[in-house]
């Protein structure tokens, strides 16, 4: 699906582009599949099926805006036209109806079971396409931000697509892009050589790591010196394999020349990971996660910090870039949602170490008290001349004695 957002002054403007007054093949009849007028439908008997031109021509839409007067945006009309494919069956008007409404829900114009939403209302003038004509303005006067809408229409249209079975993306493979296979062994001499470099580009980038070149009868190929020591092989062997496997080459680098592998923040990640389901208690748990969620430099902070500085910087090198740039910043709206949600949760965790240190105490304290009745009973049943009913031990202490009576 394939969705066009459009901006206008009043639900009026719009009857030319709805109704085709200029279509030579003949005007197009315009129905209304669904709406949702908010407070006006209690006071007025408004059409929810049949010719929308009651609903643009009347201003049912425009109310809220001519409501509030010059506070107002220029352009106070939305609509949003969507396509679906062609190539698949066509949806009724109840399915074209409920997309209507997804989108309006997505986008936050009117969110579901909220009473001063935007008014809108779904109107269909061809095959395989619907639009969703309404008003920023909401019922109780604040004004909808449309800053992310495009964003949030284009993932709800993709969503429905994916739902319906008309999301049809190609997978290229490697095999739609052939790249020499190039291989880097360690022969038993001591040297390190490349083959398979029969192109120039990755005979380039060969040399540039410090390979020699040689070309004699037994083709192209690339030569580390024997006199290279193997720590320093290793390193230009892995360096070459990095480079070439940027450019999309397929490069079989020998298991004994690939180096330490450099600590990147993935592996950090790992790392801590590793940390936190090897933690024996919940002190040591807290310090690894604090690592995680530390509000000023924790790895989910700066994760979110990157985020941002990309959408930021998108839209500084392209300002039409938008939508790219509106997915990084919801990206990062939704961390700053999960740094909210998880506001205390280390302290929580360092909490829940006293608690668990209290509890051993306490079942510590209750076994010493036990032992302690035990040895007064005890005591009491080696008195000479006791009578024979105090020799009886309590039932409780006597459970955890192990003790069992025994019947004649």
């Not at 679906?84 to 009117?110: C, E, F, I, M, Y």
């Not at 998108?314 to 939704?334: M, N």
């Not at 280390?346 to 040895?375: F, I, K, M, N």
Request: glycine residues 8%.
């Amino acid at each position: 699906m394939i969705a066009h957002l459009q901006r206008a002054t009043t639900t009026a403007a719009l009857i030319p582009a709805l109704y085709s007054l200029d279509e030579p093949h003949g005007r197009l009849r315009p129905r209304l599949i669904g709406a949702d007028y908010r407070g006006a439908d209690k006071q007025l008997q408004l059409p929810l099926f049949g010719d929308p031109q009651e609903v643009l021509g009347g201003g049912v839409l425009d109310a809220p805006a001519l409501r509030i007067g010059a506070r107002a945006p220029e352009n106070p009309v939305w609509m949003c036209s969507v396509r679906s494919d062609p190539r698949h069956p066509d949806l009724s008007d109840a399915q074209w109806a409920d997309v209507a409404r997804r989108l309006v829900t997505a986008t936050g114009l009117a969110p579901a079971g909220d009473p001063d939403g935007c008014r809108w209302a779904a109107i269909r003038n061809g095959d395989w396409s619907v639009h969703v004509v309404a008003t920023v303005v909401r019922e109780d006067g604040y004004i909808h931000g449309t800053y992310r809408d495009p964003f949030h229409v284009q993932a709800e249209c993709t969503r429905i697509a994916a739902e319906l079975g008309h999301l049809t993306r190609t997978v290229t493979t490697a095999k739609d892009h052939r790249m020499p296979v190039i291989t880097i062994s360690a022969e038993p001499s001591g040297s390190v050589v490349a083959t398979g470099t029969s192109d120039d580009l990755s005979a380039t980038l060969l040399r540039h790591a410090g390979f020699k070149q040689i070309d004699d009868w037994h083709g192209r190929r690339h030569r580390l010196p024997t006199t290279t020591p193997r720590p320093d092989a290793a390193a230009i062997a892995t360096h070459a394999a990095e480079m070439l496997r940027a450019a999309r080459y397929n490069v079989d680098l020998d298991p004994r020349l690939e180096a330490e592998p450099v600590n990147t923040a993935g592996q950090q990640i790992l790392h801590l990971t590793d940390q936190l389901r090897g933690s024996s208690d919940f002190a040591e748990l807290a310090g690894a996660l604090d690592q995680l969620l530390d509000p000023d430099d924790g790895m989910l902070v700066r994760l979110q910090e990157s985020l941002e500085a990309t959408s930021e910087h998108i839209t500084d090198l392209d300002p039409d870039q938008f939508e790219l740039s509106d997915r990084f910043g919801s990206a990062s709206d939704q961390l700053v949602a999960v740094q909210a949600e998880l506001d205390g949760a280390v302290e929580e965790v360092r909490r829940a170490t006293s608690g668990a240190a209290g509890t051993a105490e306490a079942r510590t304290a209750d076994d010493l008290r036990t032992r302690a009745a035990l040895a007064r009973s005890t005591t009491a049943t080696a008195a000479p001349g006791a009578p024979a009913s105090s020799t009886r031990l309590p039932p409780a202490l006597a459970a955890a004695a192990g003790l069992t009576s025994r019947t004649r």
